[in-house]
Structure formats: structure tokens, C-alpha cells
């Protein structure tokens, strides 16, 4: 079992900027990652893809956040960041992390974004 941890949520204006970070820890085994992603999902509509990036270090974005938002990844730390950069109120959302390994999927709890305008 991998345990997934968001952090790094919070109020900001718009134009602001906020950096989340994604921990991924197993508690008896070790486990490789093939990639890590960012997902939101804002009050009212479905999960949405923001972000990936592989083990690897192919990344891609969703569009609305390309310029904006930069993800990056301490593979030896098991580790994701977000850096989220010229916030709106349309990124007003809960972030999750989703750990991709082999066999599994893992889901974190999610950290509340909120851009007030």
C-alpha cells in the first residue's frame, strides 16, 4: 500500500501563486513509480487532468494552465511539486495527486485551492 499526501494549498488574490507538493511513501516495501499526476476538481464539475510527469521526466499539461503552472519531480524522494504561478479564480479547485506504479493507482486526499478575485 503507497500512501499519497498533498500539501501547499490555500487562499490567494488573483495573480498569485502557490506551490503544491505530492509525497508518496510506503510503509513495508519499496516501490517504483511510472508517473505522477496532478488532477483538480472545482465545486459543482468532474475531476479534470492538470498535470503529469513520468519517471522519465515527460511532462504535459492540460491547456488552460500551460505558461502557468510548471510541474516538476524528486524521483529518489518520491516527491511532485506544482508550482502554480498567475492564479485565477477558474483554478478554484481540490488538488489531487494520483501515484501511477506498475500494477497499482494511488490517490491522495486533495489540498483546497482557492484564488479570490
Known amino acids: 500500500q503507497v500512501q499519497v499526501v498533498e500539501s501547499g494549498g490555500g487562499l490567494v488574490q488573483t495573480g498569485g501563486s502557490l506551490r503544491l507538493s505530492c509525497a508518496a511513501s510506503?510503509?513495508?516495501?519499496?516501490?517504483?513509480?511510472?508517473?505522477m499526476d496532478w488532477y483538480r476538481q472545482a465545486p459543482g464539475k468532474q475531476r479534470e487532468f492538470v498535470a503529469t510527469?513520468?519517471?522519465?521526466?515527460?511532462?504535459n499539461y492540460v491547456d488552460s494552465v500551460k505558461g502557468r503552472f510548471t510541474i516538476s519531480r524528486a524521483n529518489a524522494k518520491n516527491t511532485m511539486f506544482l508550482q502554480m504561478n498567475n492564479l485565477e479564480p477558474e483554478d478554484t479547485a481540490v488538488y489531487y495527486c494520483?501515484?501511477?506504479?506498475?500494477?497499482?493507482?494511488?490517490w491522495g486526499q486533495g489540498t483546497q485551492v482557492t484564488v479570490s478575485s
Open positions: 494520483r501515484v501511477r506504479t506498475a500494477m497499482y493507482t494511488y
Open positions: 510506503a510503509s513495508r516495501s519499496e516501490f517504483s513509480i511510472d508517473a
Open positions: 510527469i513520468s519517471s522519465t521526466g515527460i511532462i
